[in-house]
């Protein structure tokens, strides 16, 4: 089964953090299951260890259709990237019935700690099979349909960057910082 991309696109936002330094950014991001639990509902994500994890998202409403991405992704800090590298591996599409395994999406993302700030980025697509029944909507149809999953996507990463991702970042980073100033005595 071949496959073709409806839509393709990317994001990027910067997460704001005064007086959050990149050492200690890092040092947060380096432990890709805190990382994923600040971003993401922790009841909706089971870890599977080795930074492997599957979510089921909330569901979409795209016209009659409830959407439910479930996918199955990686998180791993990279050295090179200097930051935390999340890739998806699989992903399945519940609630369009019979045509859900036609359709295919997948994202990478990386979170990369800066001083003050975490500038996180995404890229997303949207991939159809050839022998989809929907190949026989117009192509404009197909793509604007594409298109605003794509932005109900990022819609929502932002919300969760610039929400949860912060509030558990920078309760982090004032732990860490009491941390440092009453070290626990021996």
């Given at each position: 089964?071949?496959?073709?991309?409806?839509?393709?696109?990317?994001?990027?936002?910067?997460?704001?953090?005064?007086?959050?330094?990149?050492?200690?950014?890092?040092?947060?991001?380096?432990?890709?299951?805190?990382?994923?639990?600040?971003?993401?509902?922790?009841?909706?994500?089971?870890?599977?260890?080795?930074?492997?994890?599957?979510?089921?998202?909330?569901?979409?409403?795209?016209?009659?259709?409830?959407?439910?991405?479930?996918?199955?992704?990686?998180?791993?800090?990279?050295?090179?990237?200097?930051?935390?590298?999340?890739?998806?591996?699989?992903?399945?599409?519940?609630?369009?019935?019979?045509?859900?395994?036609?359709?295919?999406?997948?994202?990478?993302?990386?979170?990369?700690?800066?001083?003050?700030?975490?500038?996180?980025?995404?890229?997303?697509?949207?991939?159809?099979s050839s022998d989809s029944p929907l190949t026989a909507l117009p192509s404009g149809v197909r793509r604007r349909l594409a298109e605003q999953a794509l932005q109900l996507v990022f819609n929502r990463l932002e919300r969760r960057c610039q929400g949860r991702l912060r509030r558990a970042l920078q309760d982090w980073l004032e732990a860490?910082?009491?941390?440092?100033?009453?070290?626990?005595?021996?």
């Amino acid at each position: 089964m071949s496959f073709a991309c409806l839509a393709e696109s990317s994001c990027k936002c910067t997460i704001v953090l005064n007086g959050g330094e990149k050492a200690a950014l890092r040092k947060f991001f380096r432990r890709p299951k805190r990382s994923m639990v600040a971003l993401l509902t922790r009841q909706r994500m089971d870890c599977k260890g080795d930074g492997r994890f599957i979510y089921a998202s909330r569901p979409f409403q795209i016209l009659r259709f409830a959407i439910r991405p479930e996918v199955t992704f990686v998180a791993d800090w990279s050295d090179s990237a200097q930051g935390l590298e999340i890739a998806f591996k699989d992903s399945q599409i519940h609630g369009l019935g019979a045509m859900q395994n036609a359709i295919r999406f997948e994202c990478t993302a990386l979170l990369a700690p800066q001083d003050e700030c975490v500038e996180a980025q995404a890229r997303a697509g949207i991939w159809l099979s050839s022998d989809s029944p929907l190949t026989a909507l117009p192509s404009g149809v197909r793509r604007r349909l594409a298109e605003q999953a794509l932005q109900l996507v990022f819609n929502r990463l932002e919300r969760r960057c610039q929400g949860r991702l912060r509030r558990a970042l920078q309760d982090w980073l004032e732990a860490e910082a009491k941390e440092c100033t009453n070290p626990k005595k021996s």
